[in-house]
């Protein structure tokens, strides 16, 4: 199943991206394509409204929350731009058709404006597919970065559509108390980061999940998904004001890359990634494009050594990919790799390892290699 993600703004291009790498890195089903193109709204579909706190923190349900802390004294009013359901849902629906893209795929519209009834996000309930996400506002809700709590939603949508489709049973279904499952409403938005945190779908709603046939892949991916951006988000509350270098270690039979000083965080390369990762790590020199080339038989050995495929013909495959010159894979690589780093550690930590170097010259790794440990286990594999 593909969910297609556009956009009302260019500027939330890169923000897709960040949602399909988290999304795209769990096994399962759904597989996330971020199009380049910008949904325009006419100014007479956007209704300027202002909110008070109160307001600006419910999703509209029939549930009244009154619920007021010391945090709403510090707000008057919000100035929204507010778009109608229909409007989201029409724009998405037009591009799924102009774009020829399959009945069953999704096509979930990220927006910075707002919607007249407040949600984070809908899908249609005529089991059409399409949907929207409200991408401003979330600063208020939750720690840490937008696109860990955006990709939750995205990943949620296939089961909030499943949900919508039962029309106002949906009322009775989702849980209007928060118990930190997929299926709470969260009326008071500020509940969100509970199910965030919690990152889990409830016995009873599994089991609703499976009498409406949604497969055990496609639970287990959102499950993964879930988990890997609570990580995150406790990991930023912790680390916000942190900002040194961290040691680098490489470990186990995967040669799997950890920040030691960062809590342990493992580095989430997919094999390929990891590859040239761990090639540039072995030559501290750096590497041009042709010397690049040159390293094929490292390279093979190594992702032979990190990845699952069996049949030696596919690994032949994606090496000669990797290092063909005339095809640009290697930079697109080596680009994504980097914007896993950035994710990881902010635009500046992330400059002492990334991957880089002048257009067309020698690209390296800058980090001092007396903070990189295990990378005798490298040097193994490649003499074993
Ligand atoms: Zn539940």
Redesign the pocket.
């Known amino acids: 199943m593909r969910i297609h993600l556009i956009t009302s703004s260019m500027d939330d291009i890169p923000l897709g991206c960040q949602i399909a790498d988290i999304i795209n890195q769990a096994d399962g089903p759904v597989e996330i394509v971020v199009h380049e193109t910008e949904i325009e709204f006419n100014d007479s579909d956007i209704e300027i409204q202002r909110l008070d706190y109160d307001e600006f923190i419910k999703q509209d349900d029939e549930v009244d929350f009154a619920s007021f802390d010391d945090l709403s004294n510090e707000f008057s009013s919000y100035e929204m731009r507010v778009v109608e359901w229909s409007t989201l849902f029409n724009a998405a629906q037009q591009f799924k058709k102009k774009e020829d893209i399959s009945d069953e795929d999704f096509c979930v519209l990220l927006t910075d404006l707002a919607n007249d009834k407040n949600w984070f996000s809908a899908m249609h309930p005529s089991g059409n597919n399409v949907g929207f996400v409200h991408t401003s506002d979330w600063g208020h809700f939750i720690d840490g970065d937008l696109q860990f709590a955006l990709a939750y939603e995205i990943m949620s949508m296939p089961f909030q559509n499943k949900m919508m489709q039962q029309g106002n049973a949906f009322h009775d279904i989702v849980?209007s108390t928060p118990?930190g499952?997929?299926?709470d409403m969260c009326a008071d938005k500020r509940d969100v980061q509970l199910k965030l945190r919690t990152a889990d779908?409830?016995d009873?709603?599994y089991e609703r999940f499976r009498t409406w046939n949604m497969s055990e892949s496609l639970i287990e991916q959102a499950l993964s998904v879930f988990e890997n951006v609570r990580k995150q988000l406790l990991f930023k509350r912790r680390f916000r004001n942190t900002n040194r270098i961290s040691t680098v270690e490489i470990r186990g039979r995967l040669l799997d890359l950890y920040l030691v000083d960062m809590n342990d965080r493992k580095i989430e390369f997919n094999p390929q990634e990891k590859a040239i990762y761990l090639l540039h790590l072995l030559h501290p020199e750096g590497l041009d494009s042709v010397e690049f080339s040159e390293k094929e038989n490292e390279l093979k050995v190594i992702y032979r050594t990190i990845t699952s495929f069996s049949e030696t013909h596919d690994i032949e495959h994606a090496i000669r990919q990797l290092v063909r010159l005339a095809d640009n894979t290697i930079s697109v690589k080596r680009s994504q790799l980097n914007r896993k780093l950035t994710n990881i550690l902010g635009e500046e930590l992330a400059s002492h390892y990334k991957v880089k170097g002048p257009r067309g010259g020698r690209k390296n790794i800058e980090l001092n290699r007396s903070s990189v440990r295990g990378i005798e286990l490298v040097h193994n594999v490649l003499s074993s």
């Open positions: 849980h118990i499952c997929i299926s779908i409830c009873e709603c």
